[in-house]
C-alpha cells in the first residue's frame, strides 16, 4: 500500500510539473511554455493536393540478350532425352534471343519547361525512360545526365503546356523531428503520399563519397527512388534514395540525398550534362584519439594528409603527408567526411587557401583546384617519406633497408626508411593491421633510416610521457598513419 501511495503522489506531482512548462531533469531542468510547442498538422490533404501533380511515375526499359525463347523440357538428372533436346535446340531454335527488363522509380519535376529530377539508379543502362504524371499523361524522356557519386539523374520532357513543379528548399535548415512528407511510386502502385519526422541528419550508409543523407521514417520503399521528400513549406528538402529493410518493404529507416547537395549537382548536370567537381590530389584519413595525440593535437577535428597525389594539384603547394587540414576555402573541415564534399563543391581553376596544422602551428597554403573526372583513375598516390614507426617492443622486428630487402619485398627505390620484418602475432602493431614489408619513413614526426634511430624516438616519447607514438608508413607506395602505445606508460 505504501508503494502504490509513493508512486501516485508520485505521478500527480509529474503531471502538475509538465502542465507548468518545467520537466525536471535531476537537479537541472528545462523550461517549456506552449508557445515554443509546434503542434502537429491536422492533415496533410491541402499540402499533397498542391504538390502531387509535380511528381512523376518512371519507368524504363533495357534491352538485354537471354537465352533461347523455346524452354528445355524438365528431365531427370542423367536423363538421354535431356540431351537429345539439346542437340534439337542447338539446330533448330538454339539462337539467343532479346527482351525487355522494365524497372519502376520515381521523379519531380523541377522546371515548368520539363526538367526532372530522379535517382541515377532509376535510368542506368536505360534504352527508354517514361515519364507518367498525376493525371495519366505520359511522355518520353531523355536522360541529360547523370552523377553515379550521388546517384541523381537529370531527365527532359517535352509537353505543349507549362507543368506545375517544385523547388528545392534549404535542408540545412530542417532539424531533427521535423515533419516530412514523402511522394512516390512504390512497388508501382502510383502516386502514393507518406509522412514522419526527420529522424537523423549527416548519415553515412557506404552509398558513395558524398554520404551525408537525410533519414527519416516517412514510409518509403521499392519505386519510390528519386521522388521528393517535403517540408511542410512544400519545399524539396531531399531525394529519397535508399532504405534499410531486411524484407525490401518499409521498417521506418529510409535516406534522402540532401537538397544542398543535389541543387549543385543538379545545375552542373543541366549546364553541362556532368559533373565538374574540384580536385584537390590528396589522400586522407579519419583523425583519430591516438593520431591526434601523436601529432599533438588537442583535439580530432580535421582530415589528416596521409599523401600527396603525384600529378596532383598539390603537388608543390606546400603540403605534407601528416598535415591536418582544418579549414578549406574559409569553410571549416571539423570532419574528414566533410573535406570531400567541400572540395567537390568548389570551382574548377579557383585557387583557395588550405588551413592546416604542422607541428602544432597553423600554416595557410594555396591551391589551384582541378578537376576530379579528369583525374579518377589516371593518377596514382605517391609514398612520400614521413611516417612514424614502433620498436620491437611495441610488436615489431625491423630492419635497415638493402638492395636484396628492398627486392624481396619490392619497395621503391625512392622510398626510406625502415624496414618492418616480422609483427607478433597479437600485438597491438598486428591489430592495427601492420605488416611485414612496410617501411616506417618517420617515428613522431621524425625521419628514421635505421632502427636505432626508431628506438631512439620510442625512448623519447615514454621520457615525454606520451601514451604513444605516431608513425608513418609507406606500403605499395601509398603512406598511412598508424599510432601505437608506448609500453609502460
Do not use: C
Request: charged fraction near 25%.
Amino acid at each position: 500500500m505504501t508503494f502504490q501511495t509513493t508512486f501516485s503522489a508520485t505521478r500527480i506531482a509529474r503531471a502538475a510539473t509538465l502542465a507548468l512548462g518545467v520537466v525536471a531533469i535531476g537537479a537541472a531542468s528545462l523550461a517549456w511554455t506552449p508557445a515554443d510547442a509546434r503542434s502537429a498538422p491536422e492533415s496533410f490533404a491541402d499540402l499533397a493536393e498542391k504538390l502531387t501533380p509535380a511528381v512523376v511515375n518512371i519507368s524504363t526499359a533495357q534491352t538485354v540478350s537471354g537465352g533461347s525463347g523455346v524452354p528445355l523440357p524438365e528431365f531427370p538428372p542423367g536423363s538421354p532425352f535431356e540431351e537429345y533436346f539439346e542437340e534439337f535446340l542447338e539446330r533448330h531454335g538454339g539462337e539467343q534471343q532479346s527482351r525487355k527488363v522494365q524497372s519502376l522509380g520515381s521523379g519531380f519535376v523541377i522546371d515548368p519547361d520539363g526538367l526532372v529530377v530522379t535517382n541515377n539508379h532509376v535510368v542506368e543502362d536505360a534504352d527508354e525512360v517514361t515519364v507518367t504524371f498525376s493525371d495519366g499523361e505520359t511522355l518520353d524522356a531523355e536522360v541529360l545526365g547523370r552523377d553515379p557519386k550521388t546517384d541523381l539523374a537529370l531527365l527532359k520532357v517535352k509537353a505543349d503546356r507549362k507543368l506545375p513543379f517544385v523547388r528545392f528548399g534549404d535542408s540545412e535548415a530542417l532539424r531533427v523531428g521535423d515533419w516530412v512528407m514523402a511522394i512516390g511510386n512504390p512497388f508501382g502502385l502510383g502516386g502514393t503520399v507518406t509522412a514522419g519526422i526527420l529522424s537523423a541528419r549527416d548519415r553515412d550508409i557506404n552509398a558513395g563519397p558524398y554520404d551525408a543523407f537525410l533519414q527519416t521514417d516517412a514510409s518509403i520503399n521499392r519505386g519510390n527512388s528519386g521522388g521528393p521528400l517535403f517540408n511542410m513549406a512544400g519545399e524539396v528538402m531531399g531525394v529519397n534514395t535508399a532504405i534499410i529493410s531486411p524484407t525490401g518493404g518499409s521498417i521506418g529507416i529510409g535516406f534522402s540525398i540532401p537538397a544542398t547537395t543535389a541543387t549543385s549537382v543538379i545545375d552542373q548536370l543541366k549546364e553541362f550534362g556532368e559533373t565538374r567537381r574540384g580536385w584537390l590530389g590528396v589522400r586522407i584519413q579519419t583523425v583519430t584519439d591516438d593520431l591526434a595525440e601523436g601529432l599533438g593535437l588537442e583535439d580530432t577535428k580535421g582530415a589528416l594528409v596521409a599523401g600527396i597525389q603525384e600529378g596532383g594539384p598539390a603537388v608543390g603547394s606546400g603540403l605534407e603527408a601528416g598535415d591536418v587540414i582544418i579549414k578549406f576555402d574559409g569553410k571549416p573541415v571539423d570532419k574528414m567526411r566533410d573535406l570531400p564534399r567541400i572540395v567537390a563543391d568548389t570551382e574548377v581553376g579557383k585557387a583557395v587557401d588550405v588551413l592546416v596544422l604542422r607541428d602544432g602551428k597553423e600554416e595557410t597554403y594555396q591551391v589551384t583546384l582541378g578537376r576530379l573526372e579528369e583525374a579518377d583513375g589516371t593518377v596514382e598516390a605517391k609514398a612520400e617519406p614521413r611516417k612514424p614507426a614502433e620498436n620491437e617492443t611495441l610488436g615489431l622486428s625491423l630492419s635497415s633497408l638493402n638492395d636484396v630487402l628492398r627486392a624481396q619485398y619490392e619497395v621503391a627505390d625512392d622510398v626510406d626508411g625502415v624496414l618492418v620484418v616480422a609483427v607478433v602475432p597479437g600485438s597491438q602493431a598486428a591489430e592495427k593491421r601492420v605488416r611485414p614489408g612496410d617501411v616506417i619513413v618517420k617515428v613522431a614526426q621524425e625521419n628514421v633510416t635505421n632502427p636505432d634511430k626508431v628506438e631512439e624516438q620510442v625512448a623519447r616519447a615514454k621520457s615525454e610521457g606520451l601514451k604513444s607514438v605516431l608513425l608513418q608508413i609507406s606500403r605499395g607506395g601509398e603512406t598511412s598513419f598508424v599510432a601505437l602505445r608506448v609500453e609502460g606508460s
